[in-house]
């Protein structure tokens, strides 16, 4: 079976600092896809980044990056010189046997 | 354990066939869901928010005579791609509101994939 864990329900941070949302994973599957959506107030989910299992590199987007740890199963997203506008849920996906989406990280970014 | 439950996981239609995708909140009741399509490599699209006993409220782009959406009972809301053809070929995914829908948790089904033929 598939599993997305999630741990920080809610986070702060000031803004310009960098942070690290958490994500690990379980699949039995040796080729999957580990994604990072935002989704703002708005609803709609924003693709962020995206690592393959076999990719050797860790993802890099902007100011977006995926820590990824093969062996520990994790996939953390890292956001460098957080912006007020990065406030938003944040949700980690796997993409093996089917779409597994982790509960979602409330990031919220103060002045 | 899963909480929010689709049904088909995948379905492979003929074009000009209609197709009926569920989504049910497992454990919780959900005054809102929501439906969402991915095109390959591309975000998720938010297509329609979906209210029990109320209408949906569609996304601007989304055609509501395309897409029905019916939010029946807390547990369930249904999307059907009428008259289906090639390009509404996707990856169709629902969400729901377990709590107040400013502070409640999001939970995703796992997606029904739809090959129209």
């Known amino acids: 079976a598939q599993k997305i864990t999630q741990t920080q329900p809610g986070m702060f941070v000031q803004e310009k600092e960098a942070v690290t949302l958490d994500c690990t994973y379980d699949?039995?599957?040796?080729?999957?896809?580990l994604f990072w959506y935002k989704q703002p107030s708005s609803g709609e989910m924003i693709f962020l980044i995206y690592q393959g299992s076999y990719d050797e590199q860790n993802a890099t987007e902007g100011r977006y990056s995926l820590n990824f740890q093969k062996a520990r199963k994790s996939a953390n997203l890292v956001i460098s010189a957080s912006q007020l506008g990065d406030s938003a849920m944040y949700f980690c996906a796997m993409d093996a046997e089917k779409l597994t989406f982790g509960t979602g990280t409330r990031l919220t970014i103060i002045p | 354990g899963a909480v929010v439950s689709q049904h088909p996981s995948w379905v492979i239609c003929k074009s000009g066939t209609s197709v009926k995708i569920e989504c049910r909140s497992l454990d919780f009741q959900a005054t809102t869901m929501f439906w969402y399509r991915q095109f390959p490599k591309q975000s998720l699209m938010l297509m329609a928010t979906?209210?029990?006993?109320?209408?949906?409220?569609?996304e601007q782009g989304v055609e509501k005579d395309k897409f029905l959406i019916n939010h029946a009972s807390l547990t369930l809301s249904t999307l059907t791609v009428t008259s289906a053809h090639p390009e509404d070929s996707s990856f169709y995914i629902c969400?729901?509101?377990?709590?107040?829908?400013?502070?409640?948790?999001?939970?995703f089904g796992e997606g029904s994939r739809l090959t129209v033929l």
């Open positions: 699949t039995s599957d040796q080729s999957y896809g």
């Open positions: 979906s209210n029990e006993g109320s209408k949906a409220t569609y």
């Open positions: 969400s729901a509101i377990r709590g107040l829908s400013n502070t409640g948790e999001l939970f």
